[in-house]
Every structure is written in C-alpha cells, then in structure tokens.
C-alpha cells in the first residue's frame, strides 16, 4: 500500500513539474519580455535534459517502448529549444507547451488525477486554444474555444457555489466573480467575432493562466 501511495505521489509530483513549466511556457509566448522567454525556455530545457538523463539511468524500470518515445521527445524539446531560442514563433511555443500538457495527463492518467489539477489542465488547454484562434485569425477555432472555455468556467462557478465545496469562502467568491467575468466578455466577444478586441481576448487567457497556475501552486 506504502508502495502504492509513494508512486501516485511522484506521478502527482512529476505531472505538477511539467504542467507548471507549460504554464510558464504559455504565459512567455503571450505578451513575455524577451527576459521571462529566455528564462521560461532554460527552465523547461533543463528539466528535459533531468528526464533524458533520469531515462537512460540502468535502474529506470519504464517500459523500452515508453523510454524510447520519451528520449525522442527530449531530444526534439532540445533541438527546437536551442536553435530557435527567443526567436521561435508562437506555433513552436505552443508544440513545447502541448507536449508538456500531454506527459502531465499521461503521468497523472497513469495513476489516478485530482480535481485540481485536472481544472488547472482544462484551464490551460483553453487558454492555449484561445491564444491560437487569435493568432491564426479563424473565426470558427474562436467560436469552438470560446465555447468551450464558456463551458469550463460555469463548470467551475457550478463548484464554487456548491455547499460541499472546501475552498475558503474568500476564493469561492472570487472563482464566482471571475466566472461572471467570463461569461460577461465571452458575449462582447461572440457579437463581433470578425472584429475582436485583442485586449478583451488576451486578458480572458491570461485569467486562465493566473489560475491554472494557482491551482497547481497551492494544490494539497
């Protein structure tokens, strides 16, 4: 059982690593000075050269099949990474972040996941959604990530404002109001969707990335 509690830990603890450098990631391609790039890539780089090294440790009982696919993805984070540096576009900032997003699920699906941390995923996923529709000018990848973001966050106001829920009472009104907040500008947003307000639409990503960060700050 000891055994058991201890491997859903590091998978917990290793999931919340890479979901946090993705955020990073995400955040230094919106808007981030070329300092906090800079410092978000060097941050991400070496926890992939951890993994690679972690990965060819004789003691690493993981699966060829899985070290082999992981080795691959390191070495790609390390091409990508070091080639392009500050001047990559935001498409490969966006490959770095969903890959990262993508070993954080597998990690946690492994095993088991908490409600936390799958609202932190949800959070950052929308806001990547987001942040893509505005740079490739689609209407329609809009329209769906606006909807699903919509989705998400009257999910989270439902939770907030249960009886049940053990936030304090401080962070479940604030949960509400952001909640609102979105609702509110995700209409102003769907009214002129040809013609959108960049400010509206990054200040509703940036929501989303204060808070994915926060769930996995303070998770239990």
Sequence with gaps: MKKNTNQVSNAEEEASIMLSHAVSLSQASNNGT???KIQALDSNLKLWVEIETTLKNAKNLLPQEIKDNL???SKFVERLTLSKGINMSKSDYDT???INMQ?????????RNSLAREEAFSLLKCAIDLSSAKENKNATDLVNALDNNMKLWVYIKTLASSDKNELPQATR???IKLADYVSKKT???GKNIHNINDKTLDSMIVTNLQISEGL???RK
């Design 34 to 36: 070329d300092r906090e």
């Design 96 to 98: 770095l972040v969903n």
């Design 216 to 218: 996995m700050s303070n």
């Design 173 to 175: 009104s604030n949960l």
């Design 103 to 111: 070993i954080s699920e597998g990690l946690v699906q492994a095993v």
């Design 71 to 73: 080795l691959k993805l």
């Design 187 to 189: 209409i102003e947003v």
